[in-house]
């Protein structure tokens, strides 16, 4: 049986984007058992990912002492690992696996590549869910991308249908907004949150051409601004607060459509096959969505140099209206 083990740092979307890669381990060898290495804030999104065995996790951007790189290598090699692969790019990503001494160790081509027993071209010019699927050339699994699937527990679901009926859409349907607010996005200055003002004016154009469809807001713990100016405006909006990525996965799964910024929530919809429309800024749509196969997949990007907050609400209500 192989025992390998899988360094994801990134957040929830690339733990997601890497479920491909994992499920292409278990269908070649069926009764692999595999753990992942991943970020704190990323750990909750294996509870929609049952096939991983041990979630470790570990701050790769932290500010860790080298006693903390010896616990977490020592870890790892009291595991006799059969195999490692890591997404990690960075010069000592090659080092660190070869201190473990796992003797297969995989990672994207570099500067420590002599560190490596295979080193895989790194591609960004594809759907990055495929670019992660590339590191099993190092593996010798050369079996095409499959789309990004997740596990719903029943628990979850019961808990997503209690809450439409909590919220009055379970007859109706509904349409689901996550606005793009995100304390470490505003930390560093990523361009992923689109203006509240902005979300009202889709929202009030949303209900004037379906006046039946109400509209719910995912209100998140860093969403609280967002949702106060909302209701400061529109004062019997909806909101919701799965309090994990498996009963947030569940109320994606169960909206008629999901309306998002490029965030964990829209690759949750991608994998639970929800209509959705992604507002994006400087980043490619084509990297972070499977646009070739999923038609009922669309997306608003921010004119070239601009912000995304520049997208005009008429042109995200155009996209929603266009077949």
Not at 5 to 33: E, H, M, N, R
Not at 59 to 79: H, I, P, T, V, Y
Not at 103 to 117: D, I, K
Not at 213 to 237: Q, S, T
Request: net charge neutral; charged share 20%; glycine share 8%.
């Amino acid at each position: 049986m192989m025992h390998l083990l899988a360094l994801v740092p990134g957040g929830i979307g690339d733990q997601l984007l890497f479920f491909p890669t994992l499920d292409s381990i278990k269908q070649q060898y069926p009764d692999a058992s595999i753990d992942v290495v991943v970020e704190p804030r990323s750990a909750g999104a294996y509870r929609v990912y049952p096939a991983v065995k041990k979630v470790w996790s570990f701050d790769f951007k932290g500010s860790n002492s080298l006693a903390d790189w010896a616990n977490l290598l020592g870890n790892m090699r009291e595991q006799e690992y059969d195999a490692v692969i890591s997404l990690g790019r960075s010069h000592t990503v090659g080092l660190l696996l070869w201190l473990t001494g796992i003797p297969v160790r995989v990672a994207f081509s570099g500067q420590s590549n002599g560190y490596l027993s295979a080193a895989v071209t790194y591609n960004p010019d594809q759907y990055a869910a495929a670019t992660y699927h590339d590191l099993l050339k190092g593996l010798n699994i050369h079996t095409p991308c499959p789309p990004v699937k997740i596990t719903l527990a029943k628990s979850d679901l019961d808990w997503a249908e209690s809450e439409q009926k909590r919220l009055g859409v379970k007859d109706s349907g509904y349409i689901l907004l996550h606005g793009g607010s995100s304390a470490l996005a505003k930390k560093k200055g990523i361009d992923k949150i689109y203006p509240a003002e902005s979300w009202i004016a889709v929202i009030n154009g949303l209900q004037k051409k379906l006046p039946n469809i109400p509209v719910v807001v995912i209100a998140g713990p860093e969403d609280r601004d967002l949702v106060n100016a909302f209701k400061a405006k529109l004062p019997n909006i909806l909101t919701t607060s799965p309090p994990d990525i498996g009963k947030l996965a569940a109320t994606i799964a169960s909206a008629n459509l999901l309306l998002c910024t490029d965030s964990g929530p829209m690759h949750i919809g991608v994998a639970v096959g929800t209509a959705l429309v992604a507002l994006f800024g400087p980043t490619e749509p084509e990297r972070l969505l499977p646009l070739d196969t999923h038609k009922q997949i669309k997306f608003v990007k921010a004119p070239a140099g601009k912000p995304i907050g520049s997208i005009a609400p008429q042109d995200i209500l155009a996209t929603i209206w266009s077949k």
